[in-house]
């Protein structure tokens, strides 16, 4: 079984693939000369590093899930997977080196769902960031990843008394028919009392997730979805289009290998996810919020706490766990990648078992003109959009020159302000005053609407090559 390739008509359709890291993880390799980690960091810029710590349990798997994450820790396994963790983090910090000054300017811990670990052991966890890292966590912007169910009082008040500045909590639907609808079992009562613990905290930015495109759901259910989300005043919200994917629960119940083709087939959900999608956009912006990309919005006077949707992408990303990846500016790394529960369990368990992290094992170089793709790809999808000023001074080239096909393609379909030498670009052009200048490339709402179309279509022939030739596990 392969993982399906996304199109290179960018117009076929809208929803192919969710670009939250380029290359993604199934265009990764065993890298046979296994580098070791103090020459992939060594001569690299580590005055504002990023840490990601990763942490691969949760109580349930939602139907739509094809995260790196399993369904409960049985047998004391966080206590090896933190144990683990911490000589990771002894091998990674020693990797660093003391050539120059180490520096974390953000941190991050996913999932998974971390806050699925005790209290006692979120402490342990913080304690590896700064004890071994030396991360300052109540200095840099902090985000937290939790659930309903496991944002319990004692763990928030753990991460809120930790500098804890962001908690992104997964509600993905108020309605508790849609919940079921997406394999996810959970009662809007024990959400909302899980917001309300939350708000208690005082932690600065509470981040809600929803989702669209959910069986059964209506433009009605998804604006009182929104409304119940905005009622809380969070001061980001993500909506995400719902994903049929192979292996996961919504794949299996719909044929798993050709769950994705079939869904991607459906024009009619296409339809459908691109209303909600437009639905839920103009509904958060007449409530005072800003659209930083396809999926994130901020509410206009919230204070920026945490990193945006780009930041996964950047160089000098540190990584911690099995599911983590790392990137130099020219390699991009991790462990083995899977999304199969049994297969999860057996990377799991090697990585507890593992006392040696001082080497790279899988990965993939960035070079050619993927750093120059990376750029455009993860500026390009966001509101923002990219000075080509500053891309010119980065690469001493110019992207319309480095990208004409592509480029010319998004500004033919209306996709792309400022798509050409003298500005180019659509006649809708009215939702941004300052979109319009000659030396800067933005997505019109229409390209941001294709977002998920237009970042596969920037993909390159040998990441795609690399990605056709991924099994599926």
Not at 157 to 163: E, I, M, Q, S
Not at 343 to 363: L, P
């Amino acid at each position: 079984m392969t993982t399906t390739l996304p199109t290179t008509d960018a117009t076929e359709r809208p929803y192919q693939s969710y670009v939250y890291a380029y290359p993604h993880k199934t265009a990764y390799a065993e890298l046979p000369d296994r580098p070791a980690l103090h020459e992939l960091w060594a001569g690299e810029n580590k005055e504002a590093l990023q840490l990601y710590a990763h942490i691969p349990f949760c109580e349930v798997r939602c139907g739509f899930c094809n995260l790196f994450t399993r369904i409960g820790a049985p047998d004391e396994l966080t206590t090896r997977y933190l144990d683990a963790l911490d000589r990771q983090a002894t091998a990674v910090r020693d990797a660093l080196g003391d050539d120059g000054p180490v520096r974390f300017a953000a941190a991050a811990f996913g999932g998974g769902t971390p806050t699925f670990l005790t209290a006692g052991e979120l402490e342990r966890l913080c304690d590896i960031a700064e004890k071994r890292m030396g991360a300052d966590l109540r200095a840099v912007p902090l985000s937290v990843e939790t659930s309903p169910s496991t944002a319990t009082a004692d763990r928030l008040a753990v991460l809120a008394d930790r500098g804890t500045t962001r908690v992104s909590i997964g509600v993905q639907s108020f309605v508790d028919g849609e919940a079921r609808a997406a394999v996810r079992p959970q009662r809007r009562a024990d959400v909302e009392a899980a917001l309300g613990r939350i708000r208690e905290t005082r932690i600065p930015v509470l981040n809600i997730d929803l989702i669209y495109g959910i069986d059964g759901q209506t433009a009605r259910t998804w604006l009182a979805s929104l409304d119940a989300a905005l009622a809380w005043r969070p001061e980001e919200l993500y909506l995400y289009p719902l994903y049929v994917r192979p292996l996961t629960g919504l794949g299996r119940l719909t044929g798993d290998a050709g769950a994705e083709a079939a869904a991607a087939a459906d024009a009619a959900w296409d339809a459908q996810r691109l209303r909600l999608y437009r639905t839920g956009r103009d509904h958060l912006l007449a409530h005072g919020y800003e659209q930083v990309s396809m999926r994130m919005f901020r509410r206009a006077d919230a204070p920026h706490e945490g990193p945006d949707d780009h930041a996964c992408q950047t160089d000098g990303m540190v990584g911690l766990g099995c599911g983590a990846r790392s990137y130099t500016s020219s390699l991009h790394y991790s462990f083995d990648y899977a999304v199969g529960m049994g297969q999860i369990r057996g990377i799991i368990d090697r990585f507890t078992t593992t006392g040696d992290f001082s080497r790279a094992e899988v990965g993939r170089r960035i070079d050619g003109d993927e750093p120059k793709r990376r750029h455009l790809l993860q500026s390009l999808l966001q509101a923002a959009g990219l000075p080509r000023a500053e891309y010119r001074r980065r690469f001493g080239s110019d992207p319309v020159d480095d990208f004409p096909v592509e480029l010319a393609r998004f500004t033919e379909l209306g996709w792309l302000d400022g798509g050409g030498s003298n500005g180019g670009g659509s006649a809708n052009r009215t939702h941004r005053a300052d979109t319009t200048d000659g030396d800067h490339l933005r997505l019109s709402p229409e390209g941001l609407a294709h977002s998920d179309a237009l970042g596969p279509a920037l993909f390159s022939p040998a990441v795609r090559a690399a990605m056709a030739a991924y099994e599926a596990k």
